[in-house]
């Protein structure tokens, strides 16, 4: 779908790995310190996503909104324990989940860099997982820089697998 954009005379600024879960072998649910985000953690989320991406990767608020209104059905959570691994308003990781007919997409996922190798990742992925199959998708997308090997690692770790195309 590039060739009429490069025709046009657009260029690509980053290829993307696009990877897929089955859903079928997943992860035991474990919870521990997610809650659904509130309108209260929206600070938090925001400071968040900027540690967690360099700025042309980066959501606003109108980003997140429109992430939350991507598909029909989404799920926003968010990580916090007690005053988080960060300080930032509790909000160490978040993820936004959306589901479309049977597929599911994990639409967003940022921890901080600081409360990175503590878990967080995981347990959002996998309550990620649990809702898609709780609500009857068959699959779940995700996609990741290239560059960002620590996200691929844990996507593959956790059963998704590359798609044989990626993203431009």
């Known amino acids: 779908e590039m060739a009429p954009f490069t025709a046009a005379g657009f260029t690509v600024h980053e290829r993307l790995h696009l990877l897929r879960h089955d859903l079928l072998q997943i992860p035991a649910p474990a919870g521990h310190g997610l809650h659904r985000a509130t309108r209260r953690h929206l600070p938090g989320v925001l400071d968040t996503d900027r540690a967690a991406f ?9 980003g997140i ?12 959570r968010v990580h ?18 959306g589901r479309s007919n049977d597929v ?12 990175q190798r503590h878990g967080i990742g995981w347990l959002l ?14 699959s779940m997308l995700v996609n990741t ?5 620590r996200a691929l690692g844990l996507y593959e770790r956790i059963g998704f697998r590359l798609e044989e195309e990626g993203l431009a």
Do not use: C, K, M
């Open 54 to 62: 360099d700025p042309f990767w980066q959501f606003d608020q109108l």
């Open 65 to 76: 909104d429109e992430a939350r209104r991507a598909t029909p059905f989404t799920r926003f």
């Open 80 to 97: 916090s324990a007690g005053v988080g691994l960060s300080g930032a308003r509790g909000v160490d990781g978040y993820a936004i989940t």
């Open 104 to 115: 599911a997409y994990l639409q967003r996922l940022a921890v901080r860099p600081e409360a």
């Open 125 to 138: 992925v996998a309550d990620a997982l649990h809702w898609a199959r709780r609500r009857r998708a068959r």
């Open 145 to 149: 820089q290239e560059i960002n090997r």
